[in-house]
């Protein structure tokens, strides 16, 4: 893993500091979305995911594409 020198960390902390980052506010939300996809589980299902999800750092989408890829490996 390549590590930044301090010249390049503090370069890129004045230009975060200097910038406002855009947002596109017509996009639509992923937050808003994963809300709505796990708001169709069963609550038990989504309180799995949602604790799996805060576990290991990962977004319950990808939790859910992980569980999918198990039960085909196992259907295989």
Partial sequence: ?????EEEADALDEELT???PKVDFSRPDIFLKQ??????????????????ALATHK?????IGELVEQQIAVMA
């Fill in 59 to 63: 977004t319950p989408v990808q939790i």
């Fill in 18 to 20: 200097r910038i406002t």
């Fill in 35 to 52: 809300r709505e996809l796990i708001s169709l589980l069963k609550p038990t299902a989504a309180d799995y995911i949602m604790t799996r």
């Fill in 1 to 5: 893993m390549a590590y930044m020198t």
